[in-house]
């Protein structure tokens, strides 16, 4: 059985995280919305890719280039996607290593709104 269309999409966009902005831009519809819950430096809503990428590039310069995320399982259909990953990197002498998600909806074929779902704690305390 075939992986579908966006699952695959989901993948390359994880590959080229921290190494190629075009790919990661060309993943998303013109109007995405990524959204980051909480109140921290990284929290709040991105709309459009460029504003995506920005905020994408930022997990590495906030991070001294630490920053990975390391993708553990993708589920897609037509319309909507889960990733689970892991995020890891050291921010102000705080280490971060947790479980993160997101979840996607999906329109022709792009990422049309991204919601991060941290699944630690952690995450709080490394962005504040």
């Known amino acids: 059985m075939s992986e579908h269309p966006n699952a695959a999409l989901t ?33 709040g809503e991105y709309h459009g890719p460029r504003d995506v990428v920005e905020f994408l590039r ?17 589920v897609a259909d037509d319309e909507w996607g889960l990733a689970v990953y892991r995020a890891s990197g050291t921010r102000n ?4 290593d947790i479980d993160q998600a997101l979840v996607i909806r999906f329109a ?8 991060a779902v941290p699944l630690d704690p952690a995450f709080d305390a490394f962005w504040a």
Do not use: N, Q
């Not at 906030?62 to 920053?67: A, Q, S």
């Not at 002498?93 to 971060?96: E, K, P, Q």
């Open 11 to 43: 993948r390359r966009l994880f590959d080229a995280f921290g190494r190629d902005p075009k790919v990661i831009a060309a993943a998303f519809t013109r109007d995405v919305v990524w959204r980051v819950p909480g109140d921290t430096i990284m929290s």
């Open 58 to 74: 930022r997990t590495g310069t906030e991070t001294d280039g630490t920053y990975r995320s390391r993708l553990h399982t993708v």
């Open 93 to 96: 002498g705080i280490d971060l």
């Open 108 to 115: 022709d074929g792009r990422l049309a709104e991204v919601t």
